[in-house]
């Protein structure tokens, strides 16, 4: 930080460190608190002329970009940690609560709106995307509001033999995903991106700086995973990178029911799930075929003998292979091609109006079932489509209590259920039927007790936060929608909210709630 920062952060604590906190929002006093200790060049309010271009710049959801959205009094763009700091104490003397906001790909767009009317602000991390890699060390320190490309590209080309385990959409911010455990394409072999991380800076609901050493293991282990946001504001992330080889292979084939997709699908639950670690077959259900892409850290020659065997229906060839850079994988899985500069731009990728659930699948459906998906549902004039990503290889090895990503031996893969739709063409409503139907039939050969679901797909339908006790969350409250995310995580979780922010102060509609243990005489 620099010495200026230090110097606006010792003294705000310094201001408030003694003081209560008040119970009420006062958004003049807020505002004024911040341009006071924040250029007023990174506030925006809605009386700035650039104030929805901004709220726009990342938000990749468009069902929340509309007049009846419940908006923020202001964004801050903040450069240093000391405007963070800044936000934090101003927001907390002033009663108004802080969403942040990275790469704006939360999927209920939590990050920069509200589901119920109140007085929030929203810090935007874009301006703060460093990332310095090491390579003696493997390691990499990287901005909270760095993109997953921006960081694959960013240790490619400082070392070609490194890289780092996390999502396929490069536009992701990198710490939206980390908040949630980070699945990608690289998990059978290292697995999650949390599972990587080694340290990492922080604002605490009081505005101090913290790393790991001082802020305990508990709050390390939370924020790696376990909606971090509800913690606090993670400034950046100090990260063990991996090796990967000179030449890897990309592997995309696309069957249709004709073609036998029902029984390579059927077949693949049990294959994809088992095949070696260091290669990972995904799915893509749409319409009447499904696509098998796959990622194998290695030549063509090394896995296909492995893939005619495990799955010959499927009738590979070296021809479905295409061989290329890690990088340029990456690339591909990204934005379907091998142009790696792209990675860097922050805006590509989608902005439209959609729809995601999820689901985990510990025991294969059957064919029958299968068949029925692929000739009912995705039949439907308003049909979307599903991601099939197989765990297995070293998921299966980490104990469920290693972070809060819960979702790890038995787990055969997870489903990724999305549907779109446009503006102006009135298929919102069947778009939103679809999908909700098609998760309601699926009820019966997913987990069950709980449903299990993946918190970095956030869906508020399988609950929200209920405040009933001087606008803090309970915990019974929020255990239906926090033990499918985080299973038997979620009391730990709660238990380390209660002992870093027990005020709730960094809340939104499914951030963790304090779980508070009183003596009793």
């Given at each position: 930080m620099a010495l200026r920062g230090l110097a606006i952060a010792a003294l705000l604590l310094v201001t408030f460190s003694s003081a209560c906190y008040p119970s009420f929002a006062t958004s003049n006093g807020f505002i004024q608190c911040l341009t006071e200790h924040i250029p007023s060049e990174l506030i925006f309010t809605p009386g700035s002329i650039n104030f929805t271009t901004m709220l726009v710049s990342t938000s990749k959801n468009s069902n929340f970009l509309t007049n009846t959205t419940v908006k923020p009094i202001c964004i801050v763009t903040v450069k240093d940690a000391s405007h963070v700091q800044a936000a934090v104490v101003c927001g907390r003397w002033n009663g108004v609560r802080l969403r942040v906001r990275s790469g704006g790909h939360d999927y209920e767009g939590l990050s920069y709106r509200s589901a119920r009317a109140e007085v929030f602000a929203v810090v935007d991390l874009a301006n703060l995307h460093t990332i310095a890699v090491c390579v003696p060390t493997a390691t990499a320190w990287v901005d909270s509001g760095a993109t997953i490309g921006q960081l694959y590209h960013a240790v490619a080309k400082t070392s070609p033999e490194l890289g780092f385990p996390a999502g396929e959409c490069p536009t992701i911010g990198v710490g939206g995903h980390f908040r949630g455990g980070g699945i990608g394409m690289m998990m059978r072999q290292y697995g999650l991106a949390v599972d990587h991380i080694v340290d990492a800076k922080m604002v605490d609901a009081n505005g101090e700086i913290l790393d790991r050493a001082t802020m305990g293991e508990d709050l390390f282990w939370a924020i790696r995973g376990g909606a971090g946001e509800s913690f606090g504001v993670v400034l950046s992330w100090k990260v063990k990178l991996v090796k990967v080889p000179s030449t890897v292979t990309m592997f995309r084939v696309t069957r249709t029911v004709e073609q036998g997709a029902v029984d390579i699908v059927t077949k693949w639950q049990d294959v994809g799930p088992t095949l070696p670690w260091d290669m990972n077959m995904m799915v893509r259900v749409q319409r009447q075929?499904?696509?098998?892409?796959?990622?194998?850290?290695?030549?063509?020659?090394?896995?296909?003998?492995?893939?005619?065997?495990?799955?010959?229906?499927?009738?590979?060839?070296?021809?479905?292979?295409?061989?290329?850079?890690?990088?340029?994988?990456?690339?591909?899985?990204?934005?379907?091609?091998?142009?790696?500069?792209?990675?860097?731009?922050?805006?590509?990728?989608?902005?439209?109006?959609?729809?995601?659930?999820?689901?985990?699948?510990?025991?294969?459906?059957?064919?029958?079932?299968?068949?029925?998906?692929?000739?009912?549902?995705?039949?439907?004039?308003?049909?979307?489509?599903?991601?099939?990503?197989?765990?297995?290889?070293?998921?299966?090895?980490?104990?469920?209590?290693?972070?809060?990503?819960?979702?790890?031996?038995?787990?055969?893969?997870?489903?990724?259920?999305?549907?779109?739709?446009?503006?102006?063409?009135?298929?919102?409503?069947?778009?939103?039927?679809?999908?909700?139907?098609?998760?309601?039939?699926?009820?019966?050969?997913?987990?069950?007790?709980?449903?299990?679901?993946?918190?970095?797909?956030?869906?508020?339908?399988?609950?929200?936060?209920?405040?009933?006790?001087?606008?803090?969350?309970?915990?019974?409250?929020?255990?239906?929608?926090?033990?499918?995310?985080?299973?038997?995580?979620?009391?730990?979780?709660?238990?380390?909210?209660?002992?870093?922010?027990?005020?709730?102060?960094?809340?939104?509609e499914q951030s963790i709630p304090p779980l508070l243990f009183h003596a009793t005489r």
């Open positions: 075929q499904a696509m098998f892409q796959a990622l194998y850290l290695g030549r063509c020659d090394a896995i296909l003998p492995t893939i005619t065997s495990r799955l010959p229906e499927l009738n590979a060839t070296r021809s479905d292979c295409e061989e290329m850079t890690w990088l340029e994988a990456m690339a591909v899985i990204g934005n379907g091609n091998t142009n790696t500069t792209a990675l860097l731009d922050r805006n590509v990728g989608f902005n439209s109006f959609f729809k995601v659930k999820s689901d985990y699948v510990r025991r294969a459906i059957d064919k029958g079932v299968w068949h029925k998906i692929f000739n009912t549902w995705f039949t439907m004039n308003a049909t979307g489509w599903v991601m099939l990503e197989p765990h297995g290889g070293v998921m299966g090895t980490i104990p469920t209590e290693a972070t809060p990503y819960p979702h790890r031996s038995g787990v055969l893969y997870i489903i990724q259920y999305i549907v779109g739709w446009s503006d102006d063409d009135g298929s919102a409503s069947a778009a939103r039927n679809w999908i909700n139907n098609f998760y309601d039939f699926m009820a019966p050969y997913v987990t069950t007790s709980p449903r299990e679901a993946y918190v970095n797909f956030r869906d508020l339908d399988i609950g929200q936060n209920t405040v009933v006790v001087n606008d803090v969350s309970t915990f019974d409250s929020c255990k239906m929608w926090g033990e499918k995310y985080f299973g038997g995580n979620f009391q730990r979780l709660a238990m380390v909210k209660g002992k870093v922010d027990p005020t709730d102060y960094f809340w939104n």
